[in-house]
C-alpha cells in the first residue's frame, strides 16, 4: 500500500469497487479524491490488538483465501476473541461464541459480490 496513491485512480476504474462507487457517489468525478484518501489512509499503521480482545459481542471475521490481507491475519484476529484454542468438545461447551470464516476464491475486491459471503453471515445471524 505504502507505493499507492492518486495514479491508481485510473486504473481502479475497472473494479467492482468502482462500479459501486458509480451508482452511489453524487460527484462521479470525485473518484481520485476517494482514491487519494484511502491510500493515504491505508498507509497508517494501525493495531486493533487490545479493542478485538475486548469485543463483547459475537463476532463474525471473515476474509478471502484470495485477498491481499493472508488468511492468517484473519486467525490471528479470530485467536485474540478466544477462537481456536482448543476442541469445543463433543457438547460444543468449549466453543466461543465468536465464528471464522475464510471463503474460498474470494478476494475484497469481490467479496461483498460473493453469496459465500451472504451465505456466512446468514449462518451466523441464525445461529443466534
Do not use: C
Amino acid at each position: 500500500m505504502i507505493s499507492m496513491g492518486p495514479e491508481v485512480a485510473e486504473p481502479m476504474k475497472q473494479t467492482p469497487m468502482y462500479e459501486a462507487y458509480q451508482r452511489v457517489a453524487p460527484r462521479v468525478e470525485d473518484w481520485p479524491v476517494l482514491v487519494t484518501q484511502l491510500t493515504e489512509l491505508l498507509k497508517l499503521d494501525y493495531d486493533w490488538t487490545s479493542e478485538a480482545r475486548g469485543l463483547s459481542m459475537p463476532t463474525l471475521i471473515v476474509a478471502g483465501d484470495a485477498d491481499g490481507l493472508p488468511p492468517r491475519h484473519a486467525v490471528e484476529f479470530f485467536e485474540l476473541l478466544g477462537g481456536g484454542q482448543h476442541d469445543a468438545g463433543w457438547d460444543r461447551s468449549g466453543m466461543t461464541r465468536h465464528r471464522l470464516a475464510i471463503l474460498p476464491g474470494v478476494t475484497h475486491y469481490d467479496i461483498n459480490f460473493s453469496p459465500k459471503l451472504a451465505a456466512a453471515v446468514a449462518w451466523f445471524l441464525d445461529e443466534r
